[in-house]
């Protein structure tokens, strides 16, 4: 049974950071939105599993809970 890979899975965390801020950068937040939801249901495809995928929103929707 799939699970969500929550343990640093990818290289160069760093760049990726870096690349995915120069994407947003001098976009409106409409269209920033609009990326965003557009790589997440990207990603989602790639991943494929709906039991991954429905992990990953309990643990990000967690956030609602936190007084942050």
Do not use: T
């Not at 429905?54 to 007084?67: K, M, Q, S, V």
Request: with cysteine.
């Amino acid at each position: 049974m799939p699970k969500l890979e929550l343990e640093p899975n990818f290289s160069d965390a760093d760049a990726f950071y870096a690349a995915l801020a120069d994407l947003h950068r001098d976009c409106s937040e409409a269209v920033s939105e609009r990326i965003n939801a557009r790589l997440i249901l990207l990603l989602a495809n790639h991943i494929g599993d709906g039991q991954v995928l429905h992990e990953a929103l309990r643990i990000a929707g967690e956030i609602r809970n936190d007084p942050a």
